[in-house]
């Protein structure tokens, strides 16, 4: 138990550092991306360079260990790429375009509630609220959340630094030159005409994101179940997604210029497939295993205020007293949530430490649903 105790550590100080990593994507994408890079054109590059760093490290890394591949396996992964990699990013992307960063980034905090109610959903989870341990998990989730909102909504007096601020919202990427949805042009005029707004269009598209990502972590912990060699699946997913991306940029970029890259770009492209990408999606798969989804979507709300940091650090935007309140309420969310889960598996281990599976906030495995047949369990049907 030592020694996944301290798997458990480094999982959390893993999930810590990717949204550092995210922040500082935030803070290189609003600096290098001023021109107006073609968005898609930019995801399909930054989704090429993780896979071409993640494809041989997989190989050879989790050769001896890596499964074999069944049908059921096969089609988990392409749906992974499909809502992970590729759905989630053109979703997001559209929903910004019809919306603004600000309100893009008020529904971000939602995704560890998406989580939550998808994994009992699929019944991959279940409710525990018989113990303290188990209303602590929800009263400080329901801290995390709220923490990430008010940050996202307060903006209150400047504390730090009293330059006019540069604004570097969670998850923004410049809309400049936005295409339409690809295949779905018939689908929002139909809207519109049906009298739909806009911007009620960019929410729609914006919880789909929201629901696409929580849908990625939901799925992808039993998938790692059955098919443990987390930096395949990691590579499997964003080969699918390139696909798809390659696929939906082909048929929406008309000007070769789209698909050249100028120097600054080049930098963002590399740090995002590298960094944000490949780094942080296999960080995530592995304390997805160790952790479950729910805890690890749990981190997504830090990512705004490290983006604050950063963005004072090196841009010398100011860090106003809703970054600090609602940062202060997310850590001791998580800090809340982490100890109701350690006490939880305490009291536990002499009953379940026949098990892999690690006691998660909120929810606890349902172990009969590792015999229901589908997809997302990895086994034959």
């Known amino acids: 138990m030592a020694t996944m105790g301290g798997e458990t550590l480094k999982a959390h100080l893993g999930m810590v550092v990717v949204q550092l990593f995210n922040g500082g994507y935030y803070v290189i994408t609003k600096v290098a991306l ?43 992964f392409f749906f992974l790429g499909l809502i992970g990699i590729f759905g989630s990013q053109v979703l997001f992307l559209y929903g910004l375009g019809y919306t603004n960063p600000t309100y893009a980034s008020a529904l971000q ?17 279940r409710v525990n609220l018989q113990s303290f341990e188990g209303l602590t998990k929800v009263g400080g989730t329901v801290i995390c959340v709220s923490g990430a909102i008010f940050m996202a909504l307060y903006r209150g007096p400047s504390l730090i630094g009293y330059n006019e601020p ?17 295949g779905f042009g018939w689908l929002i005029t139909g809207l519109l005409n049906l009298g739909s707004e806009n911007f009620e269009l960019g929410v729609m598209f914006l919880i789909g994101n929201c629901t696409c990502l929580a849908a990625f972590l939901a799925i992808q912990a039993p998938v790692l179940k059955k098919y443990p060699a987390y930096l395949s699946v990691t590579a499997f997913s964003f080969f699918f997604g390139v696909v798809l991306m390659a696929i939906v940029s082909l048929f929406t970029t008309n000007l070769s210029s789209d698909w050249i890259l100028t120097q600054s770009e080049i930098l963002a492209v590399v740090y995002a497939g590298s960094i944000t990408s490949a780094f942080n999606y296999a960080v995530m798969s592995w304390s997805n295993k160790i952790l479950g989804p729910t805890l690890v979507a749990l981190y997504i709300p830090l990512q705004p205020g490290f983006a604050a940091i950063l963005s004072q650090i090196f841009l010398g935007s100011p860090i106003y007293l809703g970054s600090i309140i609602g940062g202060s309420l997310i850590i001791v969310g998580l800090y809340t949530v982490t100890w109701a889960s350690f006490k939880q598996r305490q009291a536990t281990v002499g009953t379940t430490s026949h098990d892999s599976w690690i006691s998660e906030p909120l929810i606890i495995h349902e172990k009969s649903s590792h015999h229901r047949g589908n997809i997302f369990s990895g086994h034959e049907s």
């Open 166 to 182: 540069v604004i570097i919202p969670h998850n923004e990427i410049i809309v400049s030159g936005q295409p339409e949805p690809f």
């Open 109 to 125: 905090p939602s995704i560890p509630v998406f989580t939550f109610l998808l994994a009992v959903i699929m019944g991959v989870e």
């Open 34 to 76: 001023n021109s107006g890079v073609n968005q898609l054109v930019f995801c399909f590059y930054r989704d090429l360079i993780a896979l071409l760093i993640l494809s041989p490290i997989a190989f050879f890394k989790e050769r001896q260990t890596r499964p074999p591949i069944t049908k059921q396996l096969f089609m988990s």
